[in-house]
């Protein structure tokens, strides 16, 4: 009787702290929507910024968001994914592999400003782009790359090592045995982290402040200056610019992120199923 009780006081407080948790969560993007969202308009999302960004639209700065967003997805992405194949399929266990390990840990629990101070002196400066949005992209490449290597690499543990040994009895080689039969079981792992990086890049603010410089001007290539949504936000905020803007820019970044995970959960659902 006594273990029941321990037991039940103990799923009772877990159960207390999740509420509580999912309550202040509420609480916080409840606030931020009911603010932002009656000042979310079709002028405000097609009209670019004046005044700094008292007036006008957030245009550009949607359409930056986007281009910094993919430059980074698509440089980290194969960079990513091949250096957890390597990891999970080809590397022996060593001294080597175990360094490489520690270093990717303990890169992705860098500050994100270190980040935009490597950024800044090393692809703005020394390489020559000036603040562009590809100097945004690389830094923010570097900053998910762990996050991706780390969830593709869990996800191709998880399929089975008889999948391997039956492709390899076949006369399949071992890249064919990973590329035919190994990454398509574990696809919902490889979005999952993708999705991951996506979330964290578009919500950068620290290292894109360095590197991209933060032009309200409408973005022509990616050797253009730009502005990201969470840039524009901290800026208004920190400057006091325009309240209703930086609800709005708030609310509009909220739902944009709620949208990529929804369509994550959904996809990697529906990959999981097959």
Request: glycine content about 12%.
């Amino acid at each position: 009787m006594s273990k029941n009780l321990k037991s039940k006081g103990f799923f009772g407080l877990v159960g207390f702290i999740a509420a509580l948790t999912l309550g202040v969560l509420i609480l916080i993007l409840g606030f931020i929507l009911v603010k932002g969202v009656p000042n979310i308009s079709w002028e405000f999302l097609s009209e670019a910024p004046t005044g700094m960004g008292r007036e006008g639209g957030i245009f550009p700065i949607i359409v930056g968001t986007i281009y910094v967003t993919l430059v980074s997805i698509i440089i980290a992405t194969p960079i990513g994914v091949a250096a957890a194949i390597y990891f999970s399929e080809y590397a022996k266990k060593g001294k080597l592999i175990n360094i490489i390990r520690f270093f990717t840990e303990v890169l992705a629990g860098i500050p994100s400003i270190i980040f935009g101070l490597f950024g800044f002196s090393f692809f703005v400066v020394f390489l020559g782009m000036g603040w562009s949005i590809l100097a945004g992209g690389l830094t923010l490449s570097m900053m998910i790359l762990p996050t991706l290597i780390r969830s593709t690499e869990e996800s191709l543990k998880t399929v089975p090592m008889s999948y391997r040994e039956g492709s390899l009895s076949l006369g399949a080689t071992k890249w064919e045995t990973v590329r035919k039969v190994v990454l398509p079981c574990c696809k919902s792992g490889v979005l999952t982290g993708l999705i991951l990086g996506i979330g964290r890049a578009i919500g950068e603010t620290a290292a894109l402040m360095l590197t991209i410089g933060g032009s309200l001007l409408m973005p022509l290539s990616i050797f253009d200056s730009t502005r990201t949504m969470a840039l524009h936000l901290y800026t208004l905020a920190s400057e006091g610019l325009s309240e209703e803007k930086t609800y709005a820019t708030a609310a509009l970044l909220i739902v944009v992120v709620l949208i990529i995970n929804s369509l994550a959960n959904y996809i990697s659902g529906r990959l999981a199923k097959e």
